[in-house]
Structures are given as C-alpha cells and as structure tokens.
C-alpha cells in the first residue's frame, strides 16, 4: 500500500535532461551522499555517480537559495525557472534531483528519500561550499514544501520560501479524492506540525485559483508559523502557474521581504571542478584508496574529505569567536538524521504577521 501511495504522490515524468544535453549540460553537477545522512549508500557502487544537481552561480552572491522542485517535475523542466530566480535575485543556486526523478531515476522515490536528498545537499552547502547557516533560504514548491519546512524546522537558516505548499499529504488529499479515502492513506510531510518551529523570515505564496492544492492549506500554515511572515495570495495564480509571469507572484515580494540580493562578497561559492565530473570514477579511485590506506578488502570510512558530516567547523568556530556558541540551537547540535522530522523542539519565537493579498 505504502508503494501505491508513492507511485501516486510522486509521479515522475520521464527524465528531459542527461550529461550531454545542452543547456542542462553546463549547470550539471553531483554531489556526494553524506556518511552521516546515508551510510548504506557510501559503499554501494549502484549510487557511486552521487547526486544529480542543478548550480547555477551568481557574481560576488553570499547566498545561496536550495531549491526544492513540485512533484510532476524533474530539474530538466525546471532549468528556466532555476535562471529567472538567480537573474532576478542575485543569488547562487543550487537545485537537488529527487529519488525516483531524471537521472536519480532508479532510485525508489519516497518521503524519506526526499528528505535525505534535501538534507545531504543542505549539508554540501555548508560543508563543502562553506556557506553560513544564515546566507541560506529554502524554497520548497508544492510537493518540495515538505522537505523544506522538515530542514526549517530544525536549522536556523535565512529564510523559506514556500509556494503552494500544503499542511500534509493527507489533508491536500481530501480535495481530491475525497476525505473517506483519504483517511485511509499514511499521512507524509506533515507540515502543520513543523511550521511552529521554523525560526527563519518565512514568505507564504498561494494562488487564489489553486484548485489541486487550496489556498486555505497555506493560510493554515502561515496561522501556525510563530516566524516573521508574509502571505501572498494572487488572485490569477493556479497551481502550476509560471511565478515570473507577473512580478507580484514572487519576485517583488521575495525581493522586499528578504531584502534581497543580500551579502555579497569578493570570494563568493564555487562549485569544485571535481563535482562536475563522473562520479563513479571518483567513488572507484576514493574505494582503492582507502583498501590501500588500510591494507583489508573493506574501505576505511574514516578521515576522508569527500564525506560531509552534520557537524560544521568553520560555523561552529565562527559562533564560539562571537561568544555565541550557547545560543545555538539544541537542534544544530543534533548531528544524526531523524527521517520522521521531530517537531518536539520548540524555539518559543514570535514575529510579527504580515498579510497581503
């Protein structure tokens, strides 16, 4: 039943882009799974290529906003969308494929493995791109509202952008089979349980012609959402409307609420040559170096620069610098990953709530 649920929450359109194809081709990275997100993928040569990723880099930009696509979607199809957001908001981009989508294909799709997804490539950013907690926003569309609001719910990031996002899979699945039946399904991404501890400035969009996935979903959201806020609700925008065709879907009200484009800097992130490249070379080289390093048939996992662990030396050593080292969250300090997303921490936060329509 939970492999049924899935298939039809996950829907995944045959892939549209691969390493060759232009303009895909120039933007097309793999990042590696982390050891402490996925360790029974380190050693598995059937994920040794990593995970497929769209960057696309902005002059002199700090930030760096992930992206999490809708569910009928793959990078490929939101290639464009991924240019407008870095052109307009002059900021650097990176975009994860899902589980089960383009080139991540054979990788059974699911809410954990979403979340897994989201969590390595939030990781690589801090870790490997060395980018404060604070110079990165989520934006979760649809579908990608889940594993936004769980890395929300337990980082303390600059921001979250979510659009169309809805409470839980269960409840948008009320509108469109009807609550008999949708009582019946596991629940997945229960946002209204996590948005209550999302510190960050938080910008709800939600068109008013939303038939899939109502408006009231959002509004519920943004009710609970203890956060600094806004809600967007256009009035000609349906689910799965372009955000750049009028400027107040997204681009003015992101620009004003965030204050973007934010920080610049004269060393911006760059994406490592070596990410652009094979990926199963690379886990190949790095699995007979380490049988060399220790002398045995099984590879040492220890010690290695290719693995980003959940804990973040250069923030940490910032934070402690500034004295600001016991204000940190008991969530950042939790270096395992919990799938469920525990929404037990409670940041005791209040902001001030905007409305707009």
Request: proline residues 9%; hydrophobic residues 40%.
């Amino acid at each position: 039943m939970s492999s049924l649920i899935d298939k039809l929450v996950f829907p995944a359109p045959l892939p549209t882009y691969n390493r060759e194809k232009d303009p895909c081709k120039k933007h097309l990275c793999w990042i590696p799974w982390n050891e402490a997100v996925s360790p029974e993928r380190i050693n598995d040569e059937r994920f040794a290529e990593g995970i497929p990723c769209m960057w696309l880099p902005s002059p002199k930009a700090a930030g760096v906003i992930l992206f999490c696509h809708g569910n009928a979607e793959d990078l490929g199809m939101c290639l464009p969308f991924l240019k407008h957001m870095q052109q307009q908001f002059k900021m650097n981009v990176l975009a994860a494929e899902y589980p089960g989508y383009g080139l991540l294909h054979h990788v059974p799709a699911s809410e954990s493995g979403l979340k897994e997804v989201a969590l390595t490539a939030f990781r690589f950013i801090l870790d490997e791109l060395k980018v404060a907690y604070e110079q990165i926003i989520l934006f979760g569309r649809s579908v990608g509202s889940g594993p936004s609001v769980y890395l929300a719910s337990r980082f303390p990031i600059g921001g979250l952008i979510l659009v169309a996002a809805f409470t839980s899979v269960r409840e948008a699945a009320k509108s469109l089979v009807g609550e008999p039946i949708a009582h019946f399904l596991d629940d997945r991404f229960p946002n209204i349980a996590l948005i209550g501890n999302v510190s960050c400035p938080t910008l709800f969009i939600h068109g008013e012609k939303d038939i899939l996935v109502p408006p009231t979903h959002s509004v519920a959201l943004f009710k609970a959402c203890r956060a600094r806020k806004l809600l967007i609700t256009p009035p000609g925008m349906e689910h799965n409307t372009n955000l750049f065709t009028d400027a107040q879907f997204l681009a003015i009200p992101a620009i004003n609420f965030f204050g973007l484009p934010g920080y610049q800097q004269d060393e911006p992130p760059q994406m490592p040559q070596r990410f652009y490249e094979d990926g199963r070379q690379q886990f190949l080289l790095r699995m007979a170096a380490r049988r060399k390093q220790t002398g045995s048939g099984q590879p040492d996992m220890g010690g290695s620069p290719w693995f980003f662990f959940c804990g973040c030396p250069t923030n940490r050593t910032k934070r402690e610098h500034l004295g600001m080292e016991q204000q940190m969250p008991q969530r950042d300090r939790q270096f395992g990953w919990d799938p469920e997303g525990s929404a037990e921490w409670d940041p005791a936060t209040s902001g001030e709530e905007l409305s707009a329509s």
